[in-house]
């Protein structure tokens, strides 16, 4: 491997980054699309209405002038699958989505959300100390690079629950938390979204899983069974609420539940709630180990 081809990943990198996060924010997925569409179809309060049809305009406005679907630029969270072949070591790699991140800020410009967790001090151009976020997963026989990114507003994320369950509560005990925490929620994540759980693994695993759970495609099943019949029962359940949308009364209080899953201790039973607003944003990049690449904004 030359220093000039590490080079020129380390800019492939960090252009996909700077080149994602904007798009991320500006050109939500086909998928989530359908969803509030279909969302609009099966709501029946007046004012669930008037709310859809006001985020349906919101998107519409966002196409027409190029723009930022909200306000909130959210905190830069990248999902990295790296191939053993990848000729760009992770370390550069995040440093590489790190100037991305900052060159996107920068150069759109977009709001800097990123503050010192004690003194609230912004920390610059929405990057800081361990931020951006990135999640990274190790592929072999495999010479690519997968990148997603996945911005995550304040309102939904705050919108976080996690609950050391006993084995004893079993899937019941899974359903009333995840239940308990949406109501408890109410309109603060600005329904409808997408409700990631994680079950199983440790409480940081569960956790984990629960924010993998909402960056994939809106309404797509498990490939387990079980879980996917646990996914549909929420989502039946959760939708019972009369939450509605953003939280003023209806129908459609989420537009899917996703559920990940990992084993266990046998005397433990984690469950995490991660709720993704409306504005589920992400886009991904396909990066060669030569160099090429494209962008995928609905994977
Ligand atoms: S929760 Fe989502 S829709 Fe609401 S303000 Fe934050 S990013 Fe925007």
Not at 6 to 14: F, G, I, K, P, R
Not at 54 to 76: F, K, P, S, Y
Not at 201 to 208: I, K, L, R, V
Not at 268 to 277: F, G, I, R, T
Request: aromatic content about 6%; proline content about 5%; some cysteine.
């Amino acid at each position: 491997m030359s220093a000039a081809t590490t080079t020129n990943l380390a800019q492939v990198v960090e252009d996909a980054a700077a080149h994602l996060y904007v798009w991320a924010l500006k050109d939500i997925p086909q998928d989530l699309r359908d969803a509030l569409a279909a969302a609009r179809g099966r709501e029946t309060s007046r004012t669930g209405i008037r709310v859809l049809e006001t985020i349906h305009r919101n998107v519409e406005i966002a196409d027409e002038q190029r723009n930022l679907v909200c306000q909130d630029t959210g905190i830069a969270v990248y999902y990295c699958r790296v191939g053993e072949g990848f000729p760009l070591h992770p370390a550069r790699i995040y440093a590489a989505l790190r100037a991305g991140t900052e060159r996107a800020t920068i150069e759109h410009p977009l709001r800097s959300n990123t503050v010192h967790t004690l003194t609230r001090e912004n920390t610059g151009a929405n990057v800081g100390y361990r931020v951006p976020i990135v999640h990274w997963e190790f592929v072999p026989d495999w010479d690519g690079l997968d990148v997603k990114c996945v911005p995550k507003g304040s309102g939904s994320e705050n919108m976080t629950f996690l609950k050391m369950l006993v084995p004893a509560d079993g899937v019941k005990g899974i359903k009333r938390f995840v239940l308990d925490s949406i109501v408890g929620a109410g309109g603060k994540p600005c329904p409808p979204g997408i409700v990631g759980v994680g079950i199983g693994g440790s409480a940081d695993y569960a956790m984990h899983l629960a924010k993998d759970a909402i960056s994939r495609p809106v309404g797509t099943r498990n490939s387990d069974p079980l879980v996917a019949e646990l996914e549909a029962d929420l989502y039946e359940l959760l939708n019972e609420t009369g939450i509605g949308p953003m939280g003023l009364g209806g129908d459609v209080t989420v537009l899917a539940v996703h559920v990940e899953h990992a084993d266990t201790h046998m005397t433990l039973n984690p469950v995490a709630v991660n709720y993704q607003c409306w504005a589920a944003r992400r886009a991904s990049a396909h990066i060669a180990g030569d160099g090429t690449f494209d962008y995928v904004r609905d994977s």
